[in-house]
């Protein structure tokens, strides 16, 4: 069975930093493009960061650009998100993605086939 596991999520003070993994199991994602989303209540689920197969590039929504870092490491079959600076408007949960027909990396929640159960983010003022 393929499962993906957020962990990592919890409750922190804006302008603090968590960080996000991802684990997968079942079978390995190191040729497949990866990702982060975020859904906030009442919002509909976007993109947060993507990271192509081998690393090499990766992609950021603007909101989180310059604060959020996306990394993956294919031999453990594992995703990252180093969050640091955290706003409020941060306050979400946060759920890994993988999309294995793609290398590169992907906005689009669409192209994406598995997915994690979600970790919540909260961020105080």
């Known amino acids: 069975q393929v499962q993906l596991v957020d962990s990592g999520g919890g409750l922190v003070q804006a302008g603090g930093s968590l960080r996000l993994s991802c684990a997968a199991s079942?079978?390995?994602?190191?040729?497949?493009?990866m990702g982060w989303f975020r859904q906030a209540p009442g919002k509909e689920r976007e993109f947060v960061a993507g990271i192509n197969w081998s690393g090499g590039r990766t992609d950021y929504a603007d909101s989180v650009k310059g604060r959020f870092t996306i990394s993956r490491d294919n031999a453990k079959n594992t995703l990252e998100l180093q969050m640091n600076s955290l706003k409020p408007e941060d306050t979400a949960v946060y759920s890994c993605?993988?999309?294995?027909?793609?290398?590169?990396?992907?906005?689009?929640?669409?192209?994406?086939?598995?997915w994690g159960q979600g970790t919540q983010v909260t961020v105080s003022s």
């Open positions: 079942g079978r390995t994602f190191s040729n497949a493009a």
């Open positions: 993605a993988a999309a294995p027909r793609y290398h590169t990396v992907s906005h689009s929640a669409g192209q994406y086939d598995y």
